[in-house]
């Protein structure tokens, strides 16, 4: 089934650790992006990536990097987590070029940072 | 600044009509997108508008005015399974997606 598929699913972790969260799509977007939704806040981007080998910071990207060495793969890292980072992180895909941007999403990362 | 409001939640009865607003600022304006999003799962794709007018599908309609940076999404017949949030967003001139906090609608029987 084509989509985006995240891991892990949820996850705790202490303050101060370092965290991946992977994200692959199979659909050959050339765009990908990860946001963060909080309660009573709309969707944050924090780093996207138009295609394989350049990425761009978003809205929130302080405390997060991401890579983008192939075209399926967008993995987000948290280098040292802080409780503030605690969130449900979405990552997102779309195909290239302006216009109707329409975004297909994974089934999202709980995080909660301790 | 830029800014998506919409209201934080609407409660509606099944087989009724519900209309949910949403007024947008943003830095040039490139469409108006619409998303659901049932509670624990990704939001997905509902409808988009850059011309002004009326664009129906199905039971969903989605309205845009961009002299009043303004748009709504319409549901008619209304079933149990549209509670979900429902998201506004903007497209700036950067094609940067700009997002409400969303609209929560439940629907009773």
């Known amino acids: 089934i084509a989509g985006i598929t995240q891991a892990p699913t949820s996850q705790i972790l202490a303050a101060g650790r370092r965290m991946t969260l992977r994200c692959t799509q199979d659909m050959r977007h050339n765009a990908m992006y990860w946001y963060r939704q909080d309660l009573g806040l709309g969707l944050r981007l924090i780093h996207y990536s138009n295609t394989a080998g350049t990425t761009g910071k978003g809205e929130v990207p302080d405390g997060y990097s991401v890579s983008r060495a192939n075209t399926d793969d967008f993995p987000l890292t948290l280098a040292s987590a802080v409780p503030s980072q605690t969130s449900v992180y979405f990552c997102?895909?779309?195909?290239?070029?302006?216009?109707?941007?329409?975004?297909?999403f994974g089934a999202g990362s709980r995080l909660t940072v301790l | 600044g830029q800014n998506i409001d919409q209201p934080t939640e609407m409660t509606a009865t099944e087989g009724a009509i519900v209309q949910i607003n949403c007024t947008y600022q943003?830095?040039?304006?490139?469409?108006l997108f619409w998303y659901q999003q049932h509670a624990g799962e990704a939001p997905t794709f509902l409808s988009y508008n850059v011309l002004d007018g009326l664009e129906e599908k199905g039971r969903f309609s989605s309205f845009l005015s961009r002299s009043k940076g303004y748009s709504y999404l319409l549901l008619k017949e209304l079933q149990m399974k549209d509670s979900a949030s429902y998201l506004c967003?903007?497209?700036?001139?950067?094609?940067?997606?700009?997002w409400g906090a969303g609209t929560k609608l439940i629907i009773k029987p």
């Open positions: 997102a895909s779309s195909d290239s070029g302006p216009g109707a941007n329409v975004l297909t």
């Open positions: 967003a903007g497209m700036d001139s950067n094609y940067q997606l700009i």
């Open positions: 943003t830095s040039g304006f490139n469409g």
